[in-house]
């Protein structure tokens, strides 16, 4: 199965939204097994709701950065949301989120705890 960002993206879209988590960690378990440009080239579904590309996008830049490899030119045509994105969608951890959020979250109106992208 293609892990890409691409494909990753299709996924969601095909499943609906909901599916995003699945689906996300997946490539990131790919991208962390064997980073490098052919996971996050092309783009991901141009019809894919702009909360998920901002945070696909996201993912993507801070796993680039993780590994020293430059992030695709897609990300950063990746728009912020409108409203900020709580992703816990937990009340008492919104808080936490603003602060331990990861810079390329921040600056797409995403907050996700520190720990956000790491697997067990």
């Known amino acids: 199965m ?12 095909q499943e609906g939204e909901a599916s995003w988590k699945w689906n996300l960690f997946e490539f990131v378990d790919a991208f962390r097994l064997h980073p ?3 996971l996050v080239q092309p783009a991901p579904d141009s019809e894919l709701t702009d909360r998920m590309r901002a945070l ?11 590994r020293g490899i430059d992030s ?4 950063q045509e ?7 994105w ?8 919104k808080a936490t989120a603003l602060v331990e959020s990861p810079v390329h979250f921040r600056k797409r109106n ?5 720990n956000f992208l790491d697997r067990v």
């Open 2 to 13: 293609d892990d890409s960002i691409q494909s990753i993206s299709c996924r969601i879209r």
């Open 86 to 93: 709580f992703v816990s969608g937990i009340e008492n951890l």
């Open 56 to 66: 696909l996008a996201s993912c993507v830049e801070t796993l680039c950065e993780e």
């Open 110 to 114: 995403i907050f996700v705890l520190g």
């Open 78 to 84: 990746t728009a912020p949301l409108a409203h900020p």
């Open 72 to 75: 695709p030119a897609w990300c």
């Open 36 to 38: 490098g440009a052919t």
